[in-house]
C-alpha cells in the first residue's frame, strides 16, 4: 500500500525528455516582471540616446504649425499633415524598432529561442467572459493580485521617498535659470528611473527564480510515470534483447575475419585481448584490427589458436591499447616500443620455428 502511494505522488524531478516537451508545448519560466524591468530601462537610455533628435522634431512640427497662420484650409492642411508624419516617424521608428528588439531580447535571456506556432493559434475558450470571472475572484487571482498590488506599492514607496528628499530642490526651481531648471530635472528623472529600475530588476529576478521552481514542480513526475518514460526510451526488453545478440553476432563475425589476419595477439591473460596486424612493406606502423574484454576476449583468444597466430601475454600492454586504441586505429607513439618488443620476440621464435623446421608455437609465454 505505502509503494503504491508513493508511486501516485509526484516526488521525483522532471526528466529532461519531459521538459523538452513542455518548451515544445511553449510551457516555460518565464517572469513579465523581469521583461518589463529590462525594457524599462532599454526604454530609458533610448530616450537619452534619440530624446535629442525627438525634441527638435517637435520643436520643427510647432515651429512649422504656426509659422503661416493666415490659411487654414484643405490645401495648406495636407502638406503639413504630411510634413508632421514624415518627421514624426523618422524620430520614432527608431525608437520603437530597438524597443521590439529588446523585448525579444528580455525573453530570450529568460528560456532562449523557442519558435511555438500553436502558441498563436487562437483559443476561444478564453474569450468566455463567466470564465474569466471566475478566474479573477479564484483563489490563484487572488493571490496575483496581491503581489502586483504590493509591488505597486513598493515601487510608489521608492519613488515618493525619492522625490521627498528631493523637495528642496525642486521648490528652489523657480529660482533657476531655464537651462539650469531643465538641466535639475533631468538629473531628478535620471536618478528616480534607475532606482526605479533596480528596484523592479530585483522583483524581476526574485519573480523568475520563482517561476522556475513553480514550473519545475508542475512538471514533477510520479515513480511510476519514471519507469514508464524509461521503459518507453529503453524499448520492449525482448527486443533490447534481440538487438543485443544482434550487435555481438556482428561483432564475433568482425572478429572472425580480422583475427585471421593478425600478426600477433596480445592478452592480459584472461580478461582482454587485442589483434594486432603489422606488415613492413605496407604499414607505418602496428595496428589494432581487433579488440575485446571477457567473452569476445575469449573468442578472440579461440580463432587465434584455431588460425595459428600467436598469443603473447603482456598484462600492462594489453590493458593500455583496449582503453586508448580504437579499433582500425594505429598503435600510439607511446606504446611503439612495448609493441615492438612483442613483434620482435614472435619474428624471433618464427625463425627459430623455421630452422627447426617445426610449427611456430600458438601460446607464447609472458
Not at 524531478?13 to 525594457?39: H, M, N, T
Not at 498563436?120 to 470564465?131: M, S, Y
Not at 520563482?210 to 526488453?237: A, C, F, I, Y
Request: hydrophobic letters at 50%; proline letters at 4%; charged letters at 25%.
Amino acid at each position: 500500500m505505502a509503494e503504491m502511494g508513493d508511486m501516485g505522488e509526484k516526488t521525483e524531478p522532471p526528466s529532461s525528455k519531459r521538459l523538452e516537451e513542455a518548451r515544445e508545448r511553449g510551457e516555460v519560466a518565464r517572469s513579465q516582471d523581469l521583461a518589463a524591468a529590462i525594457d524599462l530601462f532599454g526604454a530609458f537610455v533610448l530616450v537619452l540616446i534619440f530624446g535629442g533628435g525627438l525634441a527638435q522634431a517637435m520643436f520643427i512640427m510647432l515651429r512649422r504649425c504656426l509659422e503661416d497662420q493666415s490659411r487654414v484650409d484643405l490645401e495648406s492642411l495636407l502638406p503639413l499633415g504630411k510634413a508632421v508624419l514624415i518627421q514624426t516617424g523618422a524620430a520614432t521608428l527608431p525608437i520603437l524598432g530597438l524597443l521590439c528588439v529588446i523585448a525579444a531580447i528580455a525573453h530570450v535571456m529568460q528560456f532562449g529561442l523557442l519558435w511555438n506556432v500553436g502558441a498563436l493559434q487562437p483559443r476561444f475558450d478564453r474569450l468566455n467572459p463567466i470564465k474569466g470571472f471566475g478566474k479573477l475572484f479564484s483563489k490563484q487571482g487572488m493571490v496575483k493580485t496581491t503581489i502586483h498590488s504590493g509591488k505597486l506599492i513598493v515601487v510608489t514607496a521608492v519613488g515618493y521617498l525619492y522625490l521627498r528628499g528631493c523637495a528642496q530642490k525642486i521648490i528652489a526651481m523657480p529660482m533657476l535659470t531655464a537651462g539650469g531648471a531643465w538641466m535639475l530635472i533631468g538629473k531628478l528623472a535620471l536618478d528616480l528611473a534607475m532606482w526605479l529600475f533596480l528596484i523592479m530588476l530585483a522583483m524581476g529576478a526574485i519573480d523568475f527564480m520563482l517561476q522556475r521552481r513553480r514550473h519545475t514542480q508542475s512538471l514533477r513526475m510520479t515513480k511510476q510515470e519514471v519507469k514508464e518514460e524509461r521503459r518507453n526510451m529503453d524499448g520492449d526488453p525482448k527486443v533490447k534483447g534481440q538487438r543485443m545478440r544482434l550487435a555481438r553476432e556482428i561483432t564475433r563475425q568482425r572478429i572472425g575475419a580480422a583475427v585471421p589476419k593478425a600478426t600477433v595477439i596480445v592478452t592480459n591473460p584472461t580478461h582482454f585481448s587485442i589483434a594486432i596486424q603489422y606488415d613492413q612493406e605496407t604499414m607505418k606502423a602496428p595496428k589494432v584490427i581487433a579488440k575485446g574484454a571477457d567473452e569476445i576476449a575469449f573468442t578472440i583468444r579461440h580463432l587465434a589458436k584455431a588460425h595459428g597466430v600467436p598469443i603473447v601475454e603482456r598484462a600492462p600492454l594489453a590493458r593500455a591499447l583496449y582503453r586508448h586504441v580504437n579499433v582500425g586505429q594505429e598503435v600510439r607513439p607511446e606504446f611503439y616500443e612495448a609493441v615492438a618488443e612483442v613483434l620482435a620476440y614472435v619474428y624471433r621464435l618464427e625463425r627459430e620455428a623455421k630452422a627447426r623446421n617445426t610449427p611456430t608455437p600458438v601460446a607464447l609465454a609472458a
